[in-house]
C-alpha cells in the first residue's frame, strides 16, 4: 500500500488545515486509508507526471477499521475519480478516506494530496 503523509497547513500551526498525501503507481496502487471524521471541508486533487490510462478514485468508508470501501462522490454528485490533473471538492463524509487506482494503467505516478479543514467556532 501507497504510504500516506501528513503535514499541518494552517497559517497558526494549530492543526486546523491538514495536508495529506500520498503517491500511487501501477505497481502500488491502492493508499494506506485515513481516518479524520472531525474535518467538515475536504477538497482532492490528483496531478499525475504519468497517467499511463491509470484512472483514480478516492474512496471511503464507515467501519473502524475500514473494510468496505466505497465511492465518494464529489460536489456534483458524481464519484470522485479522474483521468487527468484536476481538484474535486468532495461532497460525502466519511470516517476512513484512502485512494486508489480503480483501473491500474501501466507505468501511472499520480500524487493524490487531500486538503482537510477543520470546522473551528473562532473562524471568521
Known amino acids: 500500500m501507497a504510504t500516506v503523509t501528513q503535514k499541518d497547513v494552517s497559517r497558526t500551526g494549530d492543526g486546523s488545515a491538514l495536508l495529506f498525501q500520498w503517491t500511487l503507481t501501477s505497481a502500488d496502487a491502492t493508499g494506506v486509508g485515513v481516518m479524520f471524521p472531525e474535518f467538515w471541508q475536504k477538497s482532492v ?19 473502524d477499521p475500514a473494510t468496505d470501501w466505497q465511492p465518494l462522490q464529489s460536489m456534483a454528485g458524481v464519484a470522485i475519480t479522474a483521468t487527468a490533473n484536476g481538484i474535486q471538492t468532495l ?24 486538503l482537510a479543514i477543520r470546522a473551528s467556532s473562532m473562524r471568521t
Do not use: I
Open 91 to 114: 461532497r460525502d463524509s466519511s470516517l476512513w478516506f484512502r485512494p486508489r487506482l480503480s483501473t491500474v494503467g501501466a507505468g501511472a505516478t499520480v500524487v493524490v494530496s487531500v
Open 45 to 63: 486533487h490528483f496531478n499525475a507526471s504519468a497517467w499511463g490510462t491509470a484512472t483514480a478514485a478516492l474512496e471511503g468508508g464507515n467501519q
